[in-house]
């Protein structure tokens, strides 16, 4: 019986990242590993394979790739497109081919979200060139395709050559190319992705909405889409350029009691609390900020600093070691402990602890019916907001906030809004940290707003 | 090289249940099986052995025995003591011998928590009769023995029968003999358990305090201990000794969206929050009960009725998982569905949610020192109550707050109490399911309030 | 974000048997979910999701279909295609949908494998009808078709129904749609699968030989076939049409030590030995069938009884865990116990034990060239003889073997053989079984003897 | 609820080694970690615990110690006994304690294996300083006692050492302490040790010989004793003392086809034979050694070079995941490939294959009655030889076979032997790749020929 050609994909939560391994005949290629990579080798292992190539689809600017770590461990050689100086591994070109037993993957390259961006064909040689898929990084999603806002020459300028990436040079693979796309949904790479991860090029061309437009209209299209660019950008950039820190392992933070997490505080650990928006509103440690464990992946690299050790407060040591997972993937490698018996530890301590109120939607209209004074803070994205916004709010994008505290009144109570309530509680963390006495937040926020009929204006 | 002689430990959080299968030479025992059973045969698959014997050490009345089920399955003969008239098994007396390979297994009957209560000596065949272990049942914890207040003859005559099973049948095994008990630190079925599951006859000897008495002191020391009985016991004595339901499998209850979950409830749904105190007390979906998941085991039996569908209200699905078998582990079987986004989707969907307020002991001592008007009842145990309480508190134990709230003032602000905060917050929803709307909860409770030095007295 | 869709592949080595299981929100379905079908569940619990629905494609004729256990232990409801009368589940017709949160499936029928056979198309109702992959049962796999000689009709109707549901129903659904087969490369149920499990409508049609023939030449390929029928095949195809016995757990066969196992030979014992070939080769217990391990599930069912219990002899525990497995998915459930210790247990007791004689093809070779009175013992399937065969050599059908075995001069040595020695080896172990004395094995087969030149003819 | 103290016991097979990870409130300490040390580190994530401490109970010469790799990747320190001048770690001294959480480990100097010996209570710090465990390293095993023969002083001056140790030092801990030894049933480090991991010092003091004895006996005893020691002691001692090479990760060994492994050994690769005895028999490479993969860790150390790089023939890739990992903890980095598809793959090929007649003991008897001339060669050690050896046998220990090889005629059959047949196979191998024609081996041996009553002398 011949040996069985495996591929098999590793899932990022948080970052929605979307990793692969193939193999056989006791070889394996890597595309795009994360930076936690134990867990590829522990996959070739289960097949009996040793890793021996490594591919970067581009350059990421959302999390650090484990390439260098991965090669450093196993040997393997690294590769990336020619069209960026890397510091590292070896760059190949169109048509580049590469055996990993009868399993052939070819470079394609496939520019638009990065100049040096390169999708991979997967085919079987048996049955010669012809791919069965595609690893397509950064260009093509399912039910979406790449941001075009990150080239320094502009949204257009990209827009236009991944709209021929898509089209001259994915598109004629044709229809029967299983797609393998380095994003999932909830990814701060995309907008429309589908949760689902099994999809071809000819189910995304009837369906996948940016890949039915003509050349003008998706230059159009992809110049008026607003994307976060979180400052960590820039950080992420420069690691996967130039190579980030090794990491010799996953460290577990020590345990600090409420007394020491105290003084920690005051020698400057800034502190991050992971529990869900409703248990921070029933009680937190007063000075940290709250980022729901599974929001950390998108939200940190926005509010956390690098040059700060980090503490963490959370709901089991199980969530301290996700976090730390998470953190390292954009590159938070300085934790240096976590309250040790959770919140309940510090309450019973004696220390005072903090309280977000939480307001339901019916409270909200009501109050917006009687006309209340109060300020309406809404953190949604520009985008989210120009499509609907509740009367008389008031709008700082969550990642402005921080340096923009000074518009808002600090007299009057502040009702924290965004669509679901969730990044409402990370404004209303930011606040209170701040000195905000009055915050509230309106969990449920718009959705729940107009479930119950508040009154919006465009 | 001879087969290994294994001996591992499955330890049931919440119900803190601690069971035993021993092995060798492809044979192997289980003592006093959990429910959710298959667990045992994984063990015994990956030791390459076929369960055989199954024993019991008494009948159980914290949680269902998954004798009949683990036997069925695996053909396995049931032994348990004689003292009992038991639908089911076999009846096994003092001197019986039973042999795993060459490890034997030897019964000694050890009333006091029971009538049929035996310990089994665990004897390497191959060095003669001695025992180097013996599982002990309720009979001897480390750090504590068995509770002696369930016998209908009385405490005293069940701790005179302990007294004599410690002494004249444990003790003289001598020192050097490993101690395997049914239950951990947090079981329902002692008081001083030690967080530590590796002792000796010899280190319980000099350390257990319950070992130090002489009769008549240990009699009166089990005579004026305090130990709750929640109703659901009665349910688990009819189980272990008449056989309970046969389980087919751990089922998977059916999502339910926020409309489906309200409508379900109309219809005679009963709501466990599982979440933490602190979440519940941010939002929560009204007339729901708070339990958090790891006390769920312990305090589920009180409040939960056996005749109505469960639902469900987690923080993720493996929570969900995890209730399904705490709860079927002491009889609830029927868990009809959770909210399926969790209380998100019920926030977002525009619903009212409950709140209630949470109180530093800091705030706490304030309204104290300065007279206010309100109710603070402390739910604690009587002998907690007795040792220490704050003045002016109203007691009343938290398994009878349902038949005790007309007790309560519901014109002035109730503010619950316990030892940590957590029960407190089961508390504060019992009220707040019952009507109560003034509810707030002082997280941290007594431990917070001694730490900041509100008044108490004795 | 929106939950995940999810899609597994389950594999069974041995069977090459691939079947499914997709979910949505919570709820989930499995396609041909073999006898030992806790692992769905598993799956299912991994991701939040009760199991809903059950898709059997066909009734099969090579395993016993796990639906009944499962559906039993789950609650889900069992569906298969109409044109056999089933006496369990519900029948469904082409058009027929059912959703599974988003995830939408669609009936097909696709006769031809057998009259009831259906395929069910995959779509994410959120994008519409349009599928994005089809389990394809037994009638398309990645590489090869289904075969076509079970009908009553015979091969050449069967052949022509499997065309028209190749081209007319399946091909429509379009290239882009990947296909997810109910068999991988190894099993009895064609010849020609890829070791590949990833493909597409589209990458099939141009790939797959049997796609590219016209009907005709289709149906003349189909009908010169040539596949083995073992007997067991009709007892799964009553097991699979009523109903197979209940499974309450996977049985652990009971460790008997040699003197125990020569004993219940005695008493009826069957033996299979799932060593590898080269072991068997150096020692075995007299009387012993050879079967290795990962030929047992394909294999299996043309030499054991279904009326004696079975023995085992393997290389660990673990093995005869795996062999337990296989056996009871091609209906095998009286397995009585194994050699405690394996050959080696076997040896140090002093019992004698057989030997095999081994022979490289370069000695094979110089016999050959020498003219040396041996018997030539080929007992490869007749279209693999058809092809090129040694020349002197005497075939006859491994499955035939056992009834032929009087065409066997007893008074010289014979040399078994096959294509690589693995079959020529339970070939080997029978005649040594009926007494023969002079046997060989040439390890290699023909794939060695062309590698060094033997004489052949076609 | 208090957090509870784990103590996991972590096993590698083979050596029969046993550490040991003991923690509580968040941090953990190691005792005698193996070198692939990152499974402490899981079980570590898995307790919510760091790493802080690892402790080396001596410099062990049967494996090369992980702990600098952990200490490295950890952050934890490193501590051993004084008598040594270790060249990194921190010295301890009888008396120190470290507290890890509750728990309190001290340290025993217990000489006598070695000079630097020790010994490490645990503690329960709630209780007191009175020890519930001891780790006593290499100097008392469950059943046995460490060997002596290793000190320069020699084996008397180190059984007094040791008997001092057992007598004075640990014996005086009280029957109540659990014993958790280095090593368990299997090991080179001691000859009787029970197939049992649970014990403690009362238990052992009944039944362990070794501690019957009176001091004058113990030395006669122990000074008596033989033990084997392999060459590669020498390396692992130095090894341990100054610090091994740096191990990244467990590296996966490439597939080599036939082709490419017959050049390879061409070019110096030194092949080792994982498979079964019976199965080297039926066929082998020609100059491969034979070394079932469970006597890889006790008899690699004899036979393979530290200079050549090492090839693996074995039955599944997960045997050589496993083989390199035995290699690596007795300092064998160099695993340059396996042969890819295993013997199977050999034989089709066509190449020439090797054979070892196997021989029951009713024939080896007849044979001996019968007086037909052949070297029956007894490669036991010579303490087992000793006690019964069979009439007219060669006497050349397994280990000194390669340096005596023209002792053995090799014109006449040569019958290896053992106590069961596979160190018996390892020495037919020997002879194979030394050019010796006809070798046979006595599946059973030993004990076989005294089952069935081979003549014998003392």
Redesign the interface.
Known sequence: ?????F?ETVRSEGL?HLSYIVG????AAVIDPRRDS?IY?QI??R?????TRIFETHRNEDYVIGSRDLA????ATIHHGARLDFSYGQSVCEGNTFDIGQLRLGVLETPGHTHESISLTLA?A???P?P??VFTGDALFIGDVGRTDLLPEGAEHAAGLLYESLHRTLGPL?????VYPAH???SVCGMHM??????????????NHALQLDRDAFIRHKAGEYHDQPPYFKRMEQYNQFGPPEL????????LDPSAFAETMDEGLFVVDL?????????FVPGSLCIPL?MLASYGGWFLPYDRPLGLVA????Q??QAVRHLLRIGYDDVAGYL?GG??AW???????G????L????LRSRLESGEDFTLLDVRKPNEVAEQRLKGSLHIHLGELPGRLDEIPRDRPVTTLCS???RAMIAASILKKHGFEQVENN???M??????GCPTET
Chains 1, 2, 3, 4 share one sequence.
């Open positions: 019986m011949p040996q069985r050609m591929l929605a056989h005949a006791g070889q134990s080798q070739a292992e097949h009996g394979a040793a890793i450093r461990r196993t040997g079987d048996t049955n010669g012809d069965v898929g044709g229809d029967g190319v299983i999932g949904a909830g589908a949760p689902r991860e099994f999809s071809t090029l000819g189910y995304e061309r009837q369906h010799t392992d996953i460290p577990h933070p020590c345990p529990r869900e928006p409703e248990a921070f509103a029933g009680a599974e709901e089991s040591s199980d301290v070691g040790s919140l309940g309450e019973t301590s004696g220390r005072p602890f309280r977000v109120r939480t339901p939607a019916t409270e679901s309530g969730r969990l449920g926020s959705q729940a707003c107009l479930a119950v």
